[in-house]
């Protein structure tokens, strides 16, 4: 039987900044930007405790709680440490999907649900690393994720076939995978509010209401998910979009570029791959997509590398039209390893 285990590392970057920063533990510390425009990236637990998350802006925090301490990212470092963390995981599988810079899923085979072996897995990242991780386990991967997100920091849930439904039915229905801002807004307005009311719509009621998100909807609060554990090898592409109010400002669109560049590199890395092309879409005031792509010799990685060479594809491709919606995929993707083997 193959278990899926989900480990997600408690607010990683702020728990980076107290590893390196010994002074602030205990403090209340927040991840990103100082400027009043600026928005919090990571919350560590104590600052949680004024009402402060993560997207909040930063003006905001500050007013919840005047004695923040702001720490500005540090990419490379909480790459570095990632890795570290990855490095440990990689022995109790050889099947590992990396989600995020902070978050992945372990499928392993040969044995039971066992909390000691998800002790060992923590207590082997905190020595190595100096960093605490939360896990979940269970049969599939929405409920190994739901368990590790049960009880953080440093939590440990093990959810089993016989422990559905009566597990779920007390849960917000935003702890349910696949109900977004606007899905949970949709249901709260005809009263459903927890998994138990959920439980009560019939399948072609949600299917209705939410199409083919509705069926995975109906699956999941019964304990169904077929999603696989994926390594990064089998995965085609990987990108970013943004919709946003209508603009023909090259600034504001080259600054998304400039972003999208930043985050798809941080992804790249962190899954150890690269690719060999690149795709720019653009939508416009009137919903036309255009796209244009180009691949290049040598696989790209990096921040800068991508940035400089999704301008441009935009300078080539982009004439000028108000756009609602530009986004940036890497494909024909390689290991990073390979690919760096082959540069030299």
């Known amino acids: 039987m193959e278990i899926i285990i989900h480990v997600d590392i ?74 570290e963390v990855f490095d440990v995981l990689k022995r109790y599988s050889n099947k590992i999907e990396k989600v995020s810079i902070d978050e992945s899923y372990l499928a392993v085979t040969g044995i039971d649900y066992d909390e000691s072996f998800l002790k060992v897995l923590q207590n082997e990242v905190r020595e190595k690393t100096g960093l605490n991780v939360s896990c979940g386990m269970s049969y599939n991967k929405f409920l190994a994720k739901l368990a590790s997100d049960w009880n953080k920091p440093k939590g440990i849930k093990i959810i089993k076939e016989s422990d559905i439904p009566d597990i779920l039915l007390p849960l917000d229905i935003k702890k349910i995978h696949g109900i977004g801002r606007k899905s949970e807004a949709k249901l709260r307005n005809i009263g459903i509010n927890t998994v138990a009311d ?32 994926t390594p990064e090898t089998i995965r085609k592409s990987l990108g970013t979009e943004s919709t946003f109010e209508i603009t023909s400002s090259r600034k504001i669109l080259e600054n998304y570029l400039k972003d999208f560049a930043e985050e798809i590199s941080e992804d790249l890395i962190i899954k150890e791959i690269a690719g060999y092309t690149l795709t720019l879409k653009m939508k416009d005031e009137n919903f036309k997509v255009k796209t244009r792509s180009k691949t290049y010799e040598l696989a790209v990685f990096e921040e800068d590398d991508i940035y400089e060479k999704a301008i441009e594809i935009f300078e080539d491709s982009y004439e000028g039209s108000k756009l609602r919606l530009i986004g940036l995929t890497v494909s024909n993707l390689t290991d990073l390893n390979k690919r760096q083997l082959s540069f030299f």
């Open 10 to 83: 408690d607010a990683f970057y702020a728990s980076v900044e107290e590893l390196d920063d010994k002074s602030i533990i205990g403090k209340p510390v927040v991840v990103g930007g100082k400027s009043n425009h600026g928005v919090v990236t990571t919350a560590n637990y104590v600052a949680r405790k004024y009402g402060i998350h993560s997207a909040m802006p930063m003006y905001m925090a500050k007013n919840l709680c005047n004695h923040l301490i702001i720490k500005p990212m540090r990419r490379a470092r909480y790459l570095e440490k990632s890795r």
């Open 198 to 229: 959920l439980y009560e719509l019939p399948l072609d009621f949600l299917m209705g209401m939410f199409k083919k998100s509705g069926e995975e909807i109906y699956n999941r609060i019964r304990g169904i998910d077929k999603r696989e554990v």
